[in-house]
Each structure stands twice: as structure tokens, then as C-alpha cells.
């Protein structure tokens, strides 16, 4: 039996000996080209095969290859992918960076196109440039990175997010861009974990977004994925742990002073005195030590945001396997944010599988599935009250938050935010979408690619708010409630919605060069959308039991539902084809044909065009001898895109039911009816925007100075604005095609990258303006203090101008006034010289507010193991108003007193001299609602700058990671928004970009690992 084994493995192995002589071993050095240091953790592929490796940390590699292959496929991030002949059993291999500038490929609509092949105005970035500025958000990451692009948050709470426009506003209703990614639409880039972003293309003119007809007017956002490539192998785990504190508060006076001040008002507005004695203000401080209970002194804002740092942190988990025939890169990212009081949380799962299957030569799949998790915990307002950041700035220190005993006080009448946030119950949303990609691939004949594609999206949200009714005891006595927050019981309401979008395509591309000088391109595709919504959601009041959140608990007696559904479909042709002449001359037409189901039946169809043009004049022989010019390209387009997110079914009449009480004999009973409530006009029809763009791309001093530069001149006609009809008619205003408004604006791109020694680095910069003008406007509605006019800026400054404040009585009587108008009012310009003020016949627009001159860059440094970047951004102009909390005393008549005003305000008890140099009027309930009219005395320059995102990191690769099986490991620390350069007076306390009374703009401190395997 063991000679019959022996005999056996001897067979074997002289079998595998004709194989084991056919391999060969191949060594190598992998370095990069620029600075000649090696580069670790390189795949290295025999070509045509799956046997590949990876290079250690000094640049080396062995791989035993078949003697038959010939070429070796070296890939790796940030490199140009390089094919090499096996000439030596040693090679030494150089890779050179990968290049950003006029060969790099950049996704379009539909497609890929290099970028000096554009004849569109079209701006990319990276992966770096995204997962590099260390946000939870992807739009956050875009902020100052794409000129023509901006970018604005009104609020840092956990889970928001920010407004992406494109060159400015399209239209009075949605301007936000149209979000793709991989080719299909998407409510929100949010909806992408920014460390999955392979890069983002933004189609800013209509000649490159028309190919998006219907949907285009407002810009084009792709967002491409990364997918595997073929030889690598990794795991990787990142983790981030980070604080986040307000860049700005406003702050208040103390309690006495408020007191005082109080006071002063009182009497300004007619009493003999305030209702605070002097004695009682004089000894309030040592009363409080005595009895905190009957004299409080609550800091409403520090108690309510009591966290000084709130943290954030996150875990991603990549796998990435890329072979010949199966290419897969899986991602896990989850996210958690606290805020700066309790109960408000964030946290969001995402998960991510993108496949690339390669059947044989002819046919490939795609196959991508995407799952997003989002759950917000937050606390329940009352009615009549804010949230708790601004029940903390209104309160006045003078109402007291708990009793000495651990009891909530009842702080103004049962106003208490603290209550609130722990005793006031709690809102819970939660968010999950499930979106599937398949697309089939197939080249029938050399040059034809034929594309499937299918893509559910299903949406499943639901939102729970259990509101408890707080109970406030007297002090001296626990049993007798005093009052309560304003809810005479606990209440529940939870609501459920599904939403089912469905994307199809069939595309085909054709490509084929003819002869040595012509080369063709051309796209036919096909589209459908559809959109299902449903909704419902019950409530009940009335709940015995406050622990137990579930609606069986509640009355039955206080009960109520409702249910909603709506659908909207869009089906659409297009096409696009590219023609180029020795790479020198380039023209590209666009056309599609959009069909919605949100117009009437005679109105739902749309062409829209565009053609665009590019000449490659350094090509040219007179241009051909100059060296530092690398590459010069003109171009120039036009198009036309529209706009059909205007709601569903505005062409038709709409019922609306109600409940009237009838006799039915002599019993009076509810009935349900039903009666038309909008006056329906069944034209009404797309909103369309053309542009004219023309553009300039240059390469200097050997392709190390990239330059980018466009004008464009913009017009949206037959907006939808809401039609005056008579009040006889009976019906709401409808919706009808009145108004145009325009825009010009221009854009440059700046981009330089170079090495010195060992250190590799970059700069970039961009700067825009798009100014939007109102061209026809029918009905501009209410004037407010935002109005849009015709020949005048997009949602200017409407109000009055200010003369100062009155020092007298005798300025007051030589001067037209407001009723009651006394000195220490602020005084306003007669426009009309009618000797009155009045609202209709003395404002006028005093500037825009929107942000112009948008501007943005970033700086990164690359020595050795050692990563920095710095990354800018912008505003260079923008009227401001300045927040009412730091401006306005004594909000609700009882609020609190700003301490801006201190030392800046008029008062009977200044001088002469600090009265002319006064900021602020006097201090008057009566006279507040004028004295803080929207004038231009309350607005600021609002350009800042600030600085975004620093991030410095090290990177490990040495030889003891290989033994634990560790690729490499990168540290890494960082911060955003960490200052801000501004015009606001700094004793107010806003923030530049969301000056209001929300949650607080945060500058985040944090650190992280990534640890590849």
C-alpha cells in the first residue's frame, strides 16, 4: 500500500514538473518618476492574467509568471496606469503622477470625454478633494472647490447638509441641481458617503447639461463611485473621532443690567419707573446667594447648550478585489453626532456593493446595490415656542431653570427649554433607501456599445413625535401644578411614507475613427422615470401613560389620520454626437426630447438643443514653436435646458374636502364635501434657460500651470408665478408662465503643481460672479423685506434709508416721522417728499443678497511619509442682515438684552456726545417695530473668508507592518472651519454664513487611522 502511495505522489510530481519549468520569476523596483523614492503597495498584474502582487515599502516586488507573458500592468492611486515589456529579469519601473490637466477623462452626461476634447463648460474633482476635506457631508466638501459653485449652510446641527446652486438662480422656484450618481438621478449628494467618491463632474452650461433636457436648467452634478481595478486586494478600515464647538455666539447682559435696562424702557415708553426698584437691583446678586429659588440668575444659554464640545465620530470598512473576470469593492460607513444639549443625535449607515462582471470579450455587467440608513433624534418644540438654542438666547437671566430642591422651575409661565429637552418628549425620523444598479453592457461589432440599465430606488421613512405635557409645581409646594408648557395633554403623531423611483435607460455609443485626421462620436438614448409616492400617519391625544409612545395607549376619543399619494412620470430621447478634425477642431451637438406627466396632455412635450464648438489653437504651426504654451483651446456653445419641478399637476383643478354640519330632519350631522379651491390654467408649461458660454482652457510652462476660463450669459423665460385673478372668481391664485430673469457671469480656474527635491506639491484657485437681474416680472407679490423687481437683482434688500438716529426734539419736528417718533428713534429718508414715512411710498431696494464673487482653493504639500492641505473659501460680496438676537432687546417683550448694545446704545443718560456716536436707537417696546424696519442701517458687508479644511498626516510602510499583514497605516489630523476673516462688529457674535437664530456653524477639531491590509 506505501509503494502504491509513493508511486503515486512520484506520478504527480513529474506532472507538475513540464508546468514548474515553464514559469519564470520576475523581479522589481517601482519609484516615482518625479522625485525617484519608491512607492509601496503598487500592483503588479502579468497581463492578460489574474497572478499579480503588490511592492513592499522599500518599492520591490517577485511574481512568478507564465514564460509565456510578456508585459507586466503597473497600477496604483494617484499614478498613471502603465503597461511594461519584460525585457530583464530585474526591472525598474518609474511611474509618473497621474495627470489632471487636458488628458484627463471626465465623466458627462451619459459618457466620458477627456477634458481637452470638451466643448462644454465642465469642472471635476477628485477623490481627494472630497474625502480629503474630512466632512459627514459630500455637498460640504464641494464648498470653494468648483468656481461657479456655491455652497451655503444655514445651520452645523447634526445631520444637516448645505444649498448647492450653479451660477447663481434659475428661476423663483427650485434651483437646486440635478444629482446623478453613476447615472442615475438621486434625491441628495448626501445620499454618498464621501470617502466612496471617485470624482464629481458639474455641467455648468446648457450645452453640456441640455443633454438632461427637462431637468438641466439649474446644473448638472455627477458623482461617480470608486469601483475596483483589476489586481487589487485590500481591506481597509478608517476610523475619525472629532469634537465640534460654535464658531460664534451672541451674548446677553447680566441680570442686573438687564434689569436696569429694562427698566429704562419702561420709562422711555411712558412709566414714572420700571418695575425693578434700584434697591432691589442693588442687592439682587447677594439675594440670590441667600435664596436662589426667589432670585434667579440663569445663564439660559450655557444652561441649554451645555456641552461646550459636541463630538462626532466615524468607522468605514472597504474591500476591494479586482480580478480578470470579477472586479468588487464593498463599503460599510457609519457616522454618529451628538449636539450641545441632549437628546439630539444623528447617526446614518451607509453600505455600499459596486460589481463589474466581465461575461467574455462582447458583454459586461454592472451590478451596484446601495443602502442608506438615517435616524435624527431630536426634542419637540412647543407651539409658541423655539427650539431650544433659542428659548436659550430669549430667555433673561431673571426666570429661574430648576429649584434648589432638583424640580424644573417654571421659567417664563412654563417656558423652559431644559424641561423641554429631558421631560418635553421626543421626534424620531428615520430615513432608509434602498437603491439597486444593473446595467448590461455589449459591443456587437468593433466600435458599438449597446447599454441596459435599470435602477429601482425604494424609500422607506417614517417619523414618530411624542410630545409630553410638562407639569410646573409652586415651589413651596410640590402637589399644586402652576403651569404647564402650553399642552393640555401628551400627544402622538407618527407618520409612515414609501416612495418608488424607477430609472430605465438604453444607450448607444459609437465611436470610430476615420482615416488619420477624423474621428466621430455619437449617442442615442432612451429614458423613463417614474415616481410613486404614498404616504399616511395617525394620531392620537389624551396618553394616560407618558413612558410608553405607542398609539394603542392614547384616547380613542382624540384621535385622527390622514393619507396622501401622488406619481409623476418622464419619458425622453436624446442623442448627442461629437465630431473632431486632427484634434484641432471640435463641435458637439445635443438634442432632447422630454415628455412629463406634471403638464396637461397638450403641453407635455420639449425640445431642447445645444451646440457647442472648440478650437485646440495650440495645434496650430503658428502657435506650434511656442515652449511654454502647452496646450491652448478656445470654445464657445449654446443651449437651452429646462425646468419641470414645479409640483404635480398644476395644469389641473383640485378639490379640496371639508366638514359643514347639515339638518337632516331635525338631527344636525357632519358631512363631507367636496369643492374646487384653485382656478387651474391647463397651458401652462415648461421653464426653459439658455446660455451662451464661452470658454478659454490653457496648459503652461510644461503642463505645470493649468488655466480655465468662461463667460456666460444666462435667461430663463416662462417662469411660473403665481397670477392675480379678481377675488369674485373664487378661486386661489393659480400658477401661470409670467416671468424671465437673466444672469452674466464668469468664471477662472487657476491650478499649479510641481516638486522641488523630495517634496511634491499643488495650488489651486477659482473665482466667480454670476449676477442675476429681474427682466419681466407680472406679478412680484407682497413687498417684503426680499422682493424681486423688474430691472433689479434677484431677492434684493427691500426697505428704507436711514438718516441716523434723532438727538432731539426739535429733529424730530422739522422731519418726517412715524406716529410717536421721539428722540433716540432712528430716522428715515423722505423718498417720496411727501413730509411722511410711510412702507409703500419710502423703500426702495437696497442692494442684493446673494453671494457674488464666490471664490475658493487649496494648497497640498507631499514630503516623504508626510501629507498636508489647506483648503480656502469665500465670498467677495454680500449684503447681510444683521441677526434680530444680536441686535433686538427684549424679544417677545420680555427677552433678553443683547450686550452688543451696551456702550453702543442712545439713551436719556448719555451724553450729547455718546448719543451722535450711538449704533443703536433707544430702548422703546412702542417704537421697536420701527426702530428695526429693514434699513440699510442694519446691514453689513458680508463678504468673509474663511479657512476650511488643514489636514496634516503621516503614512507608515515599514517592513514590520508586512509582517502583520498590514499594507500601510495613516494618521492623520485635522480641522474645519477653523477661523473666518469678516466685516461683521465683532461684539455681534454671528457667524458670516448663517447669521440667524439656529443651531451655530462649528468649527471641527478631530483625528483619525486608516489601516489597509
Known amino acids: 500500500m506505501k509503494q502504491k502511495l509513493l508511486l503515486f505522489f512520484s506520478l504527480c510530481l513529474l506532472l507538475t514538473l513540464p508546468v514548474l519549468a515553464q514559469n519564470k520569476t520576475i523581479k522589481g523596483t517601482v519609484t516615482d518618476a518625479a522625485s525617484n523614492l519608491p512607492l509601496a503597495g503598487v500592483s503588479v498584474v502579468a497581463e492578460g492574467t489574474t497572478v499579480g502582487t503588490t511592492t513592499n515599502e522599500s518599492g520591490q516586488f517577485t511574481l512568478q509568471v507564465a514564460t509565456t507573458v510578456k508585459k507586466l500592468t503597473i497600477t496604483f492611486v494617484n499614478y498613471r496606469t502603465t503597461t511594461v515589456d519584460i525585457t530583464e529579469d530585474n526591472l525598474s519601473i518609474r511611474l509618473a503622477a497621474e495627470v489632471k490637466g487636458m488628458d484627463e477623462v471626465v465623466v458627462v452626461g451619459y459618457g466620458t470625454q477627456k477634458k481637452k476634447d470638451l466643448t462644454g463648460s465642465v469642472s471635476t474633482i477628485g477623490a481627494k478633494d472630497v474625502g480629503g476635506r474630512q466632512t459627514v457631508q459630500v455637498s460640504e466638501a464641494l464648498q470653494g472647490s468648483i468656481s461657479g459653485v456655491s455652497v451655503t449652510r444655514s445651520s452645523g446641527a447634526p445631520g444637516s447638509g448645505a444649498s448647492i446652486r450653479i451660477r447663481g438662480i434659475t428661476t423663483t422656484g427650485e434651483n437646486s441641481p440635478l444629482i446623478l450618481v453613476d447615472g442615475v438621478p438621486v434625491n441628495s449628494i448626501d445620499n454618498v458617503n464621501p470617502n466612496d467618491v471617485e470624482s464629481i463632474s458639474v455641467l455648468k452650461d446648457a450645452a453640456s447639461a441640455a443633454i438632461y433636457g427637462s431637468r438641466g436648467a439649474a446644473g448638472v452634478v455627477l458623482v461617480t463611485t470608486k469601483r475596483a481595478k483589476n489586481g487589487q486586494s485590500s481591506l481597509e478600515y478608517n476610523y475619525e473621532y472629532a469634537v465640534q464647538t460654535p464658531t460664534s455666539l451672541p451674548s446677553f447682559v447680566g441680570v442686573q443690567d438687564y434689569m436696569r435696562y429694562f427698566n429704562e424702557q419702561s420709562v422711555n415708553d411712558g412709566a414714572s419707573s420700571g418695575p425693578y426698584p434700584q434697591a432691589f437691583i442693588n442687592s439682587y446678586l447677594d439675594s440670590n446667594k441667600v435664596s436662589p429659588d426667589r432670585f434667579p440668575n440663569t445663564d439660559w444659554q450655557r444652561a441649554t447648550m451645555k456641552y461646550r464640545f459636541a463630538p462626532r465620530e466615524r468607522h468605514d470598512l472597504v474591500f476591494t478585489m479586482g480580478t480578470g473576470k470579477l472586479k468588487t469593492k464593498a463599503s460599510l460607513g457609519y457616522q454618529n453626532a451628538g449636539a450641545f444639549y441632549d437628546n439630539f443625535n444623528y447617526n446614518r449607515y451607509l453600505v455600499r456593493l459596486n460589481n463589474d462582471l466581465q461575461i467574455n470579450d462582447r458583454i459586461s455587467v454592472n451590478l451596484d446595490i446601495a443602502y442608506r440608513r438615517t435616524t435624527t433624534k431630536s426634542t419637540v418644540s412647543t407651539p409658541g415656542f423655539g427650539s431650544p438654542v433659542y428659548e436659550g438666547r430669549v430667555l433673561p437671566p431673571i426666570y429661574d431653570d430648576y429649584y434648589s430642591d432638583g424640580r424644573y422651575a417654571p421659567g417664563k409661565d412654563g417656558r423652559n427649554p431644559l424641561a423641554q429637552i429631558y421631560e418635553g418628549g421626543f421626534g424620531k425620523s428615520t430615513q432608509s433607501q434602498l437603491l439597486g444598479r444593473l446595467a448590461i453592457n455589449v459591443k456587437p461589432i468593433k466600435d458599438l456599445t449597446l447599454t441596459a440599465l435599470i435602477s429601482p430606488s425604494f424609500d422607506f421613512d417614517k417619523n414618530k413625535t411624542f410630545a409630553k405635557q410638562i407639569r410646573f409645581t409652586d415651589i413651596n409646594d410640590p402637589s399644586r401644578v402652576i403651569f404647564t408648557n402650553l399642552r393640555s395633554t401628551t400627544f402622538l403623531n407618527e407618520g409612515r411614507t414609501e416612495n418608488l423611483i424607477m430609472n430605465g435607460q438604453f444607450l448607444a455609443n459609437y465611436r470610430k475613427d476615420i482615416g488619420k485626421y477624423h474621428s466621430i462620436e455619437a449617442l442615442a438614448g432612451y429614458e423613463e422615470n417614474y415616481n410613486y409616492f404614498e404616504s399616511i400617519s395617525a394620531s392620537r391625544d389624551g396618553f394616560p401613560l407618558t413612558t410608553f409612545p405607542y398609539l394603542s395607549v392614547g384616547s380613542q376619543e382624540f384621535r385622527d389620520n390622514s393619507g396622501n399619494a401622488s406619481e409623476s ?201 454670476a449676477k442675476t437681474e429681474v427682466i419681466t416680472i407680472s406679478n412680484p407679490g407682497s413687498l417684503g423685506s426680499i422682493v424681486n423687481l423688474k430691472g433689479y437683482e434677484f431677492n434684493s434688500w427691500y426697505g428704507y434709508r436711514s438718516g441716523g438716529i434723532f438727538q432731539n426734539a426739535g429733529e424730530v419736528a422739522a422731519s418726517p416721522v412715524f406716529p410717536n417718533t421721539k428722540p433716540g428713534d432712528m430716522k428715515y429718508n423722505d423718498l417720496n417728499k411727501d413730509g411722511s414715512i410711510s412702507s409703500d411710498k419710502d423703500r426702495e431696494v437696497l442692494g442684493g443678497s446673494l453671494p457674488r464673487y464666490i471664490y475658493g482653493g487649496n494648497i497640498r504639500l507631499d514630503y516623504q511619509n508626510f501629507d498636508f492641505g489647506l483648503v480656502f473659501q469665500g465670498v467677495g460680496k454680500k449684503l447681510s442682515l444683521l441677526p434680530s438676537e444680536s441686535i433686538q432687546p427684549f424679544a417677545e417683550a420680555f427677552g433678553n438684552m443683547p450686550s452688543a448694545m451696551v456702550g453702543r446704545l442712545w439713551s436719556v443718560n448719555n451724553s450729547a456726545e455718546q448719543n451722535k456716536a450711538a449704533t443703536f436707537p433707544r430702548l422703546s417696546r412702542t417704537s421697536n417695530g420701527n426702530n428695526y424696519l429693514v434699513s440699510d442701517h442694519w446691514l453689513v458687508n458680508g463678504a468673509y473668508f474663511r479657512v476650511k479644511n488643514i489636514t496634516l498626516g503621516y503614512s507608515m510602510r515599514q517592513a514590520f507592518l508586512k509582517r502583520a499583514a498590514v499594507q500601510s497605516i495613516r494618521f492623520y489630523a485635522a480641522v474645519n472651519d477653523l477661523f473666518s476673516i469678516h466685516h461683521f462688529p465683532k461684539y455681534i457674535g454671528a457667524d458670516p454664513e448663517a447669521a440667524n437664530l439656529g443651531y451655530p456653524i462649528v468649527t471641527t477639531i478631530m483625528g483619525g487611522i486608516s489601516v489597509r491590509f
Open 569 to 769: 412620470a418622464l419619458r425622453s430621447f436624446f442623442g448627442r454626437v461629437n465630431y473632431s478634425f486632427n484634434d484641432r477642431y471640435f463641435i458637439q451637438g445635443n438634442i432632447r426630447y422630454d415628455k412629463s406627466s406634471r403638464f396637461g396632455k397638450n403641453y407635455r412635450d420639449a425640445m431642447f438643443p445645444s451646440v457647442s464648438a472648440g478650437w485646440v489653437l495650440s495645434e496650430e504651426t503658428f502657435l506650434k514653436d511656442v515652449k511654454w504654451l502647452s496646450f491652448l483651446k478656445l470654445r464657445a456653445s449654446y443651449g437651452e435646458a429646462g425646468n419641470e419641478r414645479i409640483g404635480n399637476y398644476p395644469y389641473q383643478a383640485s378639490l379640496a374636502a371639508s366638514t359643514a354640519l347639515f339638518y337632516q330632519g331635525t338631527a344636525v350631522v357632519p358631512l363631507t364635501g367636496y369643492a374646487q379651491t384653485d382656478f387651474a390654467i391647463e397651458d401652462i408649461s415648461w421653464e426653459t434657460t439658455s446660455t451662451t458660454d464661452v470658454g478659454i482652457d490653457m496648459t503652461l510652462l510644461n503642463s505645470r500651470l493649468t488655466v480655465t476660463a468662461d463667460y456666460f450669459v444666462r435667461r430663463t423665460r416662462d417662469i411660473l408665478l403665481i397670477s392675480d385673478i379678481p377675488n369674485y372668481v373664487g378661486f386661489n391664485d393659480p400658477y401661470d408662465n409670467l416671468g424671465t430673469i437673466g444672469a452674466k457671469g464668469w468664471e477662472i480656474e487657476l491650478g499649479w503643481r510641481d516638486h522641488f527635491g523630495k517634496v511634491n506639491y499643488s495650488v489651486a484657485a477659482n473665482l466667480s460672479d
